[in-house]
């Protein structure tokens, strides 16, 4: 189904900031928002395959994982490319690096951030996934 539909220009403006990357379609940004599965999410478990994961104490989260936070209202996306977190075009090597990346205050990651693992559906605490 390739419907269109019309948004005003500050609506461009906001999906086009939100994009991760050029790779990154206005639908994927809406279904992200929308907290919908995408389309490379789908992909993701054969794709993960071939590059390393992020782990840390003993969790493992696999390439493509997604990373979200709710601060001040606003969703702030992160994710796992081989092996590191990746924030807003930096590199981080801990959750806590990257929520301070976001808040700019010293910050448990491990309670800020919320994960989606390639071919999961829900949304989990990063917390919650330790022993």
Known sequence: MNKKIEIDFEVYKYLTMMRKSEEDTYNDVIRELLNLDTYTDRESTKDSEHH?????????????????????GRYYNAEVLDGK???????????????????????????????RRPGEKDWSLLRDLRD
């Open 52 to 72: 390393k994961s992020f782990i840390s104490k003993g969790v493992e989260f696999p390439h493509k994982t997604k990373l979200r936070a709710l601060y001040k």
């Open 85 to 115: 977190i990746i924030y807003d075009t930096e590199t981080h090597h801990s959750p806590s690096s990257a929520a301070i990346a976001v808040t700019g205050n010293n910050v448990n990651g491990w309670a800020f951030w919320e994960c």
